[in-house]
């Protein structure tokens, strides 16, 4: 079993993010090689701030801390801001280190003409960056008010669940075998 850890990216007021999200979560959640564990950070309450170097983070960041720890792959739903990913979540990466090597991410994204893809080839960088290996497919919704209908579900399901699956069958490789590299040599020993 591979521990996916789905990070959702926005939390700005009237967000599209659930309706995205629960989609997506409803496709993990159908497998049964995945445990899921939702970090949501409009509900997690983290600080603006980083906390000083060194110091210990606020008891909100502890919290999340350990979920990210415990996940072996992680999947980041992002809209798309200005042609690039919300602060919020650029904050939530930063707050940890460790928690990301070794690992792979995978995208959800969503917006209007470029569907969220130049958030994720920004975020493609920063995981680069903290050591994370980034899958090459992506879900990703160009359009996205109409993408959905009024129940939340996709209006071409066939087309997504497919993007879906191609993309949770690359994290489920990639976990399971980071998952067993790390087990036989910690990253970085």
């Known amino acids: 079993m591979i521990k996916l850890a789905i990070i959702v990216g926005s939390t700005r007021k009237g967000r599209f993010a659930p309706v995205v999200s629960n989609w997506f979560v ?12 939702v970090l949501d950070l409009a509900d997690l309450g983290l600080p603006d701030m980083l906390h000083e170097f060194g110091a210990d983070p606020a008891p909100e960041v ?6 990210l720890q415990e996940a072996d792959a992680f999947v980041v739903i992002t809209p798309e801001y ?10 939530a990466i ?3 280190f460790t928690e990301w090597q070794a690992k792979p991410v995978g995208f959800v994204s969503y917006g209007g003409v470029g569907g969220g893809l130049r958030a994720v080839e920004q975020l493609r ?7 994370a290996v980034t899958v090459r497919d992506t ?3 160009h359009g996205v008010w109409a993408r959905f209908d009024e129940t939340g579900n996709p209006v071409e399901p066939d ?11 690359q994290l489920g490789w990639w976990g399971t075998a980071l998952k067993e590299a790390r087990a036989k040599r910690p990253y970085g020993a």
């Open 159 to 169: 087309e997504v669940n497919k993007a879906a699956t191609t993309l949770l069958d």
């Open 139 to 141: 879900v990703s919704f």
């Open 26 to 37: 409803d496709q993990a959640k159908q497998r049964d090689d995945l445990i899921v564990d």
């Open 62 to 67: 502890a919290l999340v801390s350990p979920r």
């Open 125 to 131: 960088q920063v995981f680069a960056e903290l050591h």
């Open 94 to 96: 930063d707050w940890h």
């Open 82 to 91: 200005n042609h690039s990913f919300p602060a919020p979540l650029k904050s």
